[in-house]
């Protein structure tokens, strides 16, 4: 695990609006990943956003420090963070390197590193994650068998601890807050966003009954399959603008860099109705523009105030934080020969390629003078005597490489 790295800003050292900064936008996430990884001369890389962490998984020689990244977050933000905010949010940073990295990928998998612990959300949304930067080939083999073992130790605490029992999460406790403004069932609730945390709250709400829903994301056939499920109307998310059957609820989470909810938009949506209305903004950073807060009667909920209820189910699980880290414990312990049995055999790779070549350069060239001299049988012998010595060759400094490897750490 020596080159593994991870560097995170989370909930527990940043405030959340800050660490809506660190969120990078979709459409240029790619090229800035790219970006990083060669300017940087990153192997593997992945990036992982949610509500209440930002985080960068890396393998890398080079030693990793603060002013590392430093220059690191000044390559990906040069367009609207400055130096200040860039100096506050290093400063609060944590890096991990090696076994401490692993340690930690670990915990934040098996949402013992969560705001709200034992919501089993994080471990889809790390394997999502890790999932979208694989395919676009910013991570490797290295990085492939990490995240196999992650994935693995964090279903393990979730199946043999009760940590996730009776569950909550970010979206249950948002939706125990809107229950107890006591919207009525037919209220009339906008959704921005169709992505998973929006999924999730919808469900709570078709199951207590709410009805008239309308969704709006980027692409139309995303709000259409989450209205499908909701009984409601789909729309492009560009027909905010001009919504005008007015609402009760608006709830958003999207990855937008920038407001959603512009002031703009709202007093559209508004349709000149002036009861105080209700704004559930999942989003890091908000979707809501600050100055609808200030302008409108609403009663607004956000991932920061949520913060108190999800130190009581801290506290409340602190047993079963404690069982879920000597499982980790456990995984880590197993995983060390397994990692280094796989690095044996990718170092070892070559062995048969350079084999064959020794092969093919005695019998073709050293001797080749000599073996045209025997007869048809004795050329025949030969081959077979070369190839069972291949193989040989082949095997036995794997074998060997992999018990000096294991047997001496």
Known sequence: MKYLKVIAFTHK???????????????????????????????????????????????????????????????????YLTTQQIDLLVADCCIYEKEDALNYLMRVASSLESLVVGEKEILSQVRKAYENCRVKNLTGDYLRIIMERVVKTA???????????????????????L??????????????????????????????????FSVFNRTLHKAQHLADELGGNAYN????????????????????????????????????????????DLAIPNDTAPEILLQNKVNFIEVSDL????????????????????????????????????????????????????????????????????DENSRLVLEKVMCYMEKKYISIPMVMAKDILINND
Do not use: W
């Open 307 to 374: 913060k108190e209820i999800a130190e009581k189910n801290r506290q409340e699980r602190y047993q079963e934080l404690i069982n879920g880290e000597s499982i980790i414990e456990k995984n880590i312990k197993e995983f060390r020969p397994v990692l280094k049995q796989r690095r044996i055999e990718i170092a070892m790779k070559e062995v048969p390629v350079k084999i064959k070549e020794i092969k093919h350069r005695a019998l073709h060239a050293v001797f080749a003078d000599d073996i045209n001299l025997m």
């Open 155 to 177: 279903k393990e605490v979730y199946t043999y601890t009760n940590i996730s029992k009776n569950p909550i999460s970010i979206v249950s406790l948002a939706y125990r807050m």
């Open 13 to 79: 050292q940043i405030d959340l609006k800050q660490l809506g900064c660190l969120v990078l936008n979709e459409a240029t996430l790619d090229d800035k990943l790219r970006f990083i990884k060669l300017k940087y001369d990153i192997p593997e890389l992945f990036y992982l956003a949610t509500c209440n962490r930002v985080e960068f998984v890396f393998t890398a020689e080079q030693e990793v420090n603060k002013k590392f990244v430093k220059c690191f977050l000044t390559s990906l933000h040069t367009d």
């Open 237 to 280: 998310l560009e027909k905010l603008t001009s919504f005008s059957l007015g609402f009760d609820v608006i709830i958003t989470c999207t990855s937008a860099t920038d407001p959603v909810l512009t002031s703009e938009i709202y007093k559209t949506l508004l349709n000149n109705e002036t009861n105080q209305k209700v704004i559930v």
């Open 179 to 212: 229950r107890d403004l006591k919207m009525p069932a037919h209220s009339r609730i906008l959704i921005i966003g169709a992505g998973e945390t929006n999924q999730n709250i919808a469900k709570y709400l078709k199951k207590h009954k709410y009805t008239n």
